[in-house]
């Protein structure tokens, strides 16, 4: 069975600082693909990355970027230049080729703090 | 950008009551889903969608849950008789594929069962 696992319930930041947020997953599909979802308080789920498990490249997007070790099956989140409004609840989710279901992982609550 | 619009924002129920939450997912996405969220924490697959049939459930989704996608555009989600722990945050998302593609959130409603 798939499952995904966030093993840190909550983390802290300085602003302008740098922070990295883990993820492991388990897995015995070939084709999978992984997301982070943000939750800041207003609770609405937004994507911030996408990575593709065929993909070596670790995929970024602007401050948010991914270290991606597929043969440890981790999935970490590495913020940049952190700023008051990426404080939030931080949701890694697994998905497979032909999935009807996407699995997400208990979250990250992450404070920014000034 | 299309967005997933979720109605109403909030929802109150009596105990027993029966209650429709609407979705209208981003039209040219083929897959819909129902995920559940109690207090801020884990977040929970129900269902998904696809072809106007249930593609996938969980062992939540029991009897009490019913989807529809009652014309071209709207998709529910209907809870007969609520019970206390029905409430929580519900999210519904749309995809424009299984699996390859992330999934795109409505801001939820909250159902509040007194």
């Known amino acids: 069975a798939q499952t995904v696992t966030q093993s840190q319930p909550e983390m802290s930041v300085q602003e302008a600082e740098t922070v990295t947020l883990s993820c492991t997953y388990d897995t015995s599909e070939s084709d999978y693909y992984l997301f982070w979802y943000k939750q800041p308080p207003s609770r609405q789920m937004i994507l911030v990355i996408r990575q593709e498990a065929y993909k070596q490249q670790n995929a970024t997007e602007n401050r948010f970027s991914v270290n991606f070790q597929k043969a440890a099956k981790s999935f970490s989140l590495k913020i940049s230049d952190s700023q008051l409004g990426d404080a939030a609840m931080y949701f890694c989710a697994y998905s497979y080729s032909g999935t009807y279901k996407y699995i997400f992982g208990t979250g990250t609550r992450l404070k920014v703090l000034a | ?114």
């Open chain 2, 1 to 114: 950008e299309p967005e997933v619009t979720q109605t109403p924002s909030h929802q109150v129920t009596q105990m027993g009551q029966e209650v429709i939450l609407r979705c209208v997912p981003i039209s040219n996405h083929l897959y819909f889903y129902w995920y559940r969220q109690i207090l801020g924490q884990k977040v929970e697959f129900l269902v998904s969608f696809y072809n106007n049939e249930i593609s996938e459930k969980s062992e939540i989704f029991d009897d009490q849950f019913s989807v529809e996608r009652p014309d071209g555009s709207n998709f529910t989600l209907k809870i007969r008789s609520t019970k206390l722990e029905d409430s929580a945050m519900y999210f519904c998302a749309s995809s424009v594929t299984r699996g390859s593609s992330p999934l795109h959130f409505g801001n939820g409603t909250r159902l509040t069962v007194t």
